[in-house]
C-alpha cells in the first residue's frame, strides 16, 4: 500500500515536472498542415488564414490581432470561428498536441490586451456561437452560448420584464462570455453584486479538450468546490467558456436619474453617504465623473451637454441612478433628496439635472458611459482602473498629473489631460492618462509609479478590467508571493502545456 503510493506519487512528480519543461518551451505556430486538421472541424466560412488554402490577406486579420484602444497587436495567422461546443473542444484538443497557443476572443473590447494574442496564436473567435438556449421567465435563469452579444441578451429578455445584472458601455459589441471571463464590473454592480454571485453554471472547454459541464440551473448547489468561481475572471488562461448559466432580475418597473454638479471633490463622499440613506433600497448607480471627463464627453458627442448654467462653478459631477418598483414613489423619494441638498445650509451640489423622459434618462447616462470613448477620440489613453479608498480617488488623479508636469511630460507635446471617474459605489476609480501617442517616456514615467501609488493604499491595480498582457508584470502590488504561487499552481494543473491565452494574467 504504502510503497505503491510512493511509486503514485512519484509518477505524478515526473509527470508534472515532464509539464513544466512544456510549458517553458515556446509554442508552436500554425502550419498548412494544421490548417488541415481544422478544415476537418469547420466549414471554410469558419476559418480566416493568412496560409492556404485559406489566403486571405493579413488586414483581414488586423481587426482580430488589434485590441480596442490599437495599443496591443499581436501577429496571429488564424482565426478560427466554431458554432459548437464540440468543435471547440476539437479545436483545442488538437492545439494542446501540437502545443499551439490560443487566444479566446469575445468581442474584443477588453482593455487590458488580454484578447489579442502576444505571438502568432490561434484567435478563437466565439462570434459564431450565439444563440440563446433557454429562459425561464418565472426564475429569471438565462442560459446562453458564450458568445451571444450583452446588448441581445438585454434585448431578449426584455419582453418577459428582465433585466441583465450587468450593464456596460460596450454592451454593443462585448460578449457574454467576454464579460465572465473578465469578471466585468460595469454600471449596475451596486445594485446586483458581482458576476461571482450572478453566475449560477458555466460550460467551459478545458485546456485538453475536455468539456466541463457545470451549466447548472440552480440556485444554490453546495456539493463541495465550486470550481466555474475559477474561470470567472481567469481571462481565458484556464479554458475557454462555452455556455454561460446566469440569473437575471426582474426590470425594475420605474428608473430615473440625475446629475449632481458639485463645487468640489470634497462633497462627493459626504454626498454618497447622504444619497444612500436617503434613497436606500431603490439607489441603483452613483457614479462619479470630474470635470475634464465631462467636458470631454461633451466635446466628443456624448450625451447633451448640460446648460452653462448648470454647470458654472462644477469641479466634478455625480450621476445618480434610481430603480424602483413604483414610479410615483421613487420619483417622490428623489425629489426630497434634491430639495435637502439645495436648501441645506452649506449646499454639497450645486445644481441637479433630473431626466424627465427616456430620452434625457439616457442623455445623461451617454454623459458618464461615453466617457471612454470620448477619451479615445480625444487621444491615446493610458488606462488604470484602480481600487482605492474613495477619500484619495482626486488626490490619485491630481499626483499623477503633479507628477507627470515634473517629468515634463504634461503638455500638448505628450500627455494632454490625465481625468478621473468611476463607480464610486464599487470603490473603483478610472484613471485615464489621455497623451497624443503611446510613447515609452510616458510609459516609464506612470509605471510602476501608478502602481505605488495604489498599493500604498492596499487597494488592487484592477478593479475591474483584469489584469490581461499589461498588468502581468504588476501583479505583485496587489498580489502576494504566497497568491501568486497558487495562481501558478492552478494554471499549471489545468493548462500543463501552457497554451490557453500565453501571456496574459500570471507574470513569467
Ligand atoms: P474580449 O475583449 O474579447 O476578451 C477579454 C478577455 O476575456 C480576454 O482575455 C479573452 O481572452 C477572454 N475571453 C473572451 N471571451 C472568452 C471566453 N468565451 N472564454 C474564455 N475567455 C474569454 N469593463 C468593465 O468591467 N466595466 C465597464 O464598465 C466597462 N466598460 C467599457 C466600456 C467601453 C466603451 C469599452 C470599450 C470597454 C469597457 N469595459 C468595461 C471593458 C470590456 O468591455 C470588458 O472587459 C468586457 O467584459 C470584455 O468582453 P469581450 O467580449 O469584449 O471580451
Ligand atoms: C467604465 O466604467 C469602463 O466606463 C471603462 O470601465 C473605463 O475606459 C475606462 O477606463
Ligand atoms: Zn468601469
Same mark, same amino acid.
Given at each position: 500500500?504504502?510503497?505503491?503510493?510512493?511509486f503514485?506519487?512519484r509518477g505524478?512528480?515526473?509527470?508534472?515536472?515532464?509539464?513544466?519543461?512544456?510549458?517553458?518551451?515556446?509554442l508552436n505556430s500554425?502550419?498548412?498542415?494544421?490548417?488541415?486538421?481544422?478544415?476537418k472541424?469547420?466549414?471554410?466560412?469558419?476559418?480566416?488564414?493568412t496560409?492556404?488554402?485559406?489566403?486571405?490577406?493579413?488586414?483581414?486579420?488586423?481587426?482580430?490581432?488589434?485590441?480596442?484602444?490599437?495599443?496591443?497587436?499581436?501577429?496571429?495567422?488564424?482565426?478560427?470561428?466554431p458554432?459548437?461546443?464540440?468543435q471547440?473542444?476539437?479545436?483545442v484538443?488538437?492545439?494542446?498536441?501540437?502545443?499551439?497557443g490560443i487566444?479566446?476572443? +469575445?468581442?474584443?473590447t477588453?482593455?487590458?490586451?488580454?484578447?489579442?494574442p502576444?505571438?502568432?496564436?490561434?484567435?478563437?473567435?466565439?462570434a459564431?456561437?450565439?444563440?440563446?438556449?433557454?429562459?425561464d421567465s418565472?426564475?429569471?435563469?438565462?442560459?446562453a452560448?458564450? +458568445?451571444?452579444?450583452?446588448?441581445?441578451?438585454t434585448? /431578449?429578455?426584455a419582453?418577459h420584464?428582465?433585466?441583465?445584472?450587468?450593464?456596460l458601455?460596450a454592451? &454593443?459589441?462585448?460578449?457574454?462570455?467576454?464579460n465572465v471571463?473578465?469578471?466585468?464590473g &460595469?454600471?449596475r454592480?451596486?445594485?446586483?453584486?458581482?458576476l461571482?454571485?450572478?453566475?449560477?453554471g458555466?460550460?467551459v472547454?478545458?485546456?485538453?479538450?475536455?468539456?466541463?459541464?457545470?451549466?447548472?440551473t440552480?440556485?444554490?448547489d453546495?456539493?463541495g468546490?465550486?470550481? !466555474?468561481?475559477?474561470?470567472?475572471?481567469a481571462?481565458?488562461?484556464l479554458?475557454?467558456?462555452?455556455g454561460?448559466?446566469?440569473?437575471?432580475?426582474?426590470?425594475?418597473?420605474?428608473?430615473?436619474?440625475?446629475?449632481?454638479?458639485?463645487?468640489?471633490?470634497?462633497?462627493?463622499?459626504?454626498?454618497?453617504?447622504?444619497?444612500?440613506?436617503?434613497?436606500?433600497?431603490?439607489?441603483?448607480?452613483f457614479?462619479?465623473?470630474?470635470?475634464?471627463s465631462?467636458?470631454?464627453?461633451? !466635446?466628443?458627442?456624448?450625451?447633451?451637454?448640460?446648460?452653462?448654467?448648470?454647470?458654472?462653478?462644477?469641479?466634478?459631477?455625480?450621476?445618480v441612478?434610481t430603480?424602483?418598483?413604483k *414610479?410615483?414613489?421613487?420619483?417622490?423619494?428623489?425629489?426630497?433628496?434634491l430639495?435637502?441638498?439645495?436648501?441645506?445650509?452649506?449646499?454639497?451640489?450645486?445644481?441637479?439635472?433630473?431626466?424627465?423622459?427616456?430620452?434625457?434618462?439616457?442623455?445623461?447616462?451617454?454623459?458618464?458611459?461615453? $466617457?471612454?470613448?470620448a477619451?479615445?477620440?480625444?487621444?491615446?489613453? /493610458?488606462?488604470?482602473?484602480?481600487s482605492?479608498?474613495?477619500?484619495?480617488?482626486?488626490?490619485?488623479?491630481?499626483?499623477?498629473?503633479?507628477?507627470?508636469?515634473?517629468?515634463?511630460?504634461y &503638455?500638448?507635446?505628450a500627455?494632454?489631460?490625465?481625468?478621473?471617474y468611476?463607480?464610486?459605489?464599487?470603490?473603483?476609480?478610472h484613471?485615464?492618462? $489621455?497623451?497624443n501617442?503611446y510613447?515609452?517616456?510616458?510609459?516609464a514615467?506612470?509605471?510602476?509609479?501608478?502602481?505605488?501609488?495604489?498599493?500604498?493604499? *492596499?487597494?488592487?491595480?484592477?478593479?475591474?478590467?483584469?489584469?490581461?498582457?499589461?498588468?502581468?508584470?504588476?501583479?505583485?502590488?496587489?498580489?502576494?508571493d504566497?497568491?501568486i504561487?497558487?495562481?501558478?499552481k492552478?494554471?499549471?494543473?489545468?493548462?500543463?502545456?501552457?497554451?490557453?491565452?500565453p501571456?496574459?494574467?500570471l507574470?513569467?
Amino acid at each position: 500500500m504504502l510503497s505503491l503510493s510512493r511509486f503514485a506519487a512519484r509518477g505524478l512528480a515526473l509527470r508534472s515536472s515532464r509539464a513544466l519543461h512544456a510549458a517553458s518551451q515556446p509554442l508552436n505556430s500554425v502550419t498548412e498542415q494544421d490548417l488541415a486538421h481544422f478544415a476537418k472541424i469547420l466549414p471554410p466560412s469558419s476559418i480566416l488564414s493568412t496560409l492556404p488554402p485559406s489566403s486571405v490577406a493579413s488586414e483581414e486579420l488586423h481587426l482580430y490581432n488589434s485590441d480596442w484602444m490599437g495599443k496591443y497587436r499581436g501577429t496571429s495567422t488564424t482565426v478560427l470561428k466554431p458554432k459548437t461546443t464540440e468543435q471547440v473542444s476539437e479545436i483545442v484538443k488538437w492545439c494542446n498536441e501540437r502545443r499551439i497557443g490560443i487566444v479566446p476572443q +469575445g468581442g474584443n473590447t477588453g482593455l487590458v490586451g488580454g484578447s489579442v494574442p502576444v505571438g502568432d496564436e490561434v484567435i478563437l473567435s466565439l462570434a459564431n456561437m450565439s444563440k440563446v438556449r433557454s429562459f425561464d421567465s418565472v426564475s429569471g435563469i438565462l442560459v446562453a452560448d458564450a +458568445g451571444c452579444i450583452l446588448q441581445s441578451l438585454t434585448d /431578449y429578455i426584455a419582453p418577459h420584464n428582465h433585466i441583465m445584472p450587468i450593464d456596460l458601455g460596450a454592451k &454593443g459589441s462585448c460578449q457574454i462570455g467576454g464579460n465572465v471571463a473578465t469578471n466585468a464590473g &460595469g454600471l449596475r454592480l451596486l445594485r446586483y453584486g458581482s458576476l461571482h454571485g450572478t453566475v449560477l453554471g458555466l460550460e467551459v472547454v478545458l485546456p485538453d479538450g475536455t468539456i466541463l459541464d457545470q451549466l447548472t440551473t440552480l440556485r444554490k448547489d453546495n456539493t463541495g468546490y465550486d470550481l !466555474k468561481q475559477l474561470f470567472i475572471g481567469a481571462e481565458g488562461t484556464l479554458g475557454i467558456i462555452t455556455g454561460v448559466s446566469i440569473l437575471t432580475p426582474p426590470a425594475p418597473q420605474a428608473s430615473n436619474n440625475v446629475i449632481l454638479a458639485l463645487p468640489s471633490f470634497k462633497n462627493v463622499l459626504p454626498l454618497y453617504e447622504i444619497v444612500k440613506r436617503q434613497l436606500s433600497e431603490i439607489l441603483s448607480a452613483f457614479e462619479y465623473i470630474d470635470r475634464t471627463s465631462y467636458d470631454l464627453a461633451v !466635446k466628443h458627442g456624448q450625451g447633451r451637454a448640460l446648460s452653462e448654467e448648470d454647470v458654472e462653478g462644477a469641479e466634478c459631477f455625480v450621476l445618480v441612478e434610481t430603480s424602483g418598483g413604483k *414610479r410615483e414613489h421613487d420619483e417622490e423619494k428623489l425629489n426630497n433628496l434634491l430639495e435637502f441638498l439645495l436648501e441645506a445650509d452649506e449646499p454639497l451640489i450645486n445644481t441637479g439635472v433630473l431626466s424627465q423622459n427616456p430620452a434625457q434618462f439616457s442623455s445623461l447616462w451617454a454623459l458618464r458611459e461615453g $466617457v471612454t470613448e470620448a477619451v479615445s477620440k480625444e487621444g491615446k489613453p /493610458y488606462k488604470y482602473d484602480i481600487s482605492v479608498p474613495l477619500s484619495s480617488f482626486q488626490d490619485v488623479v491630481d499626483g499623477t498629473r503633479e507628477h507627470l508636469k515634473s517629468k515634463g511630460l504634461y &503638455g500638448d507635446h505628450a500627455v494632454k489631460y490625465v481625468v478621473g471617474y468611476g463607480h464610486v459605489g464599487d470603490g473603483n476609480l478610472h484613471l485615464n492618462v $489621455v497623451a497624443n501617442s503611446y510613447t515609452p517616456e510616458i510609459q516609464a514615467a506612470l509605471e510602476p509609479y501608478v502602481y505605488e501609488v495604489v498599493a500604498s493604499h *492596499r487597494g488592487s491595480i484592477s478593479a475591474e478590467h483584469g489584469v490581461g498582457a499589461m498588468k502581468t508584470h504588476a501583479l505583485k502590488y496587489s498580489k502576494s508571493d504566497v497568491s501568486i504561487a497558487w495562481m501558478k499552481k492552478i494554471k499549471q494543473i489545468f493548462d500543463p502545456r501552457g497554451i490557453m491565452n500565453p501571456g496574459k494574467v500570471l507574470p513569467e
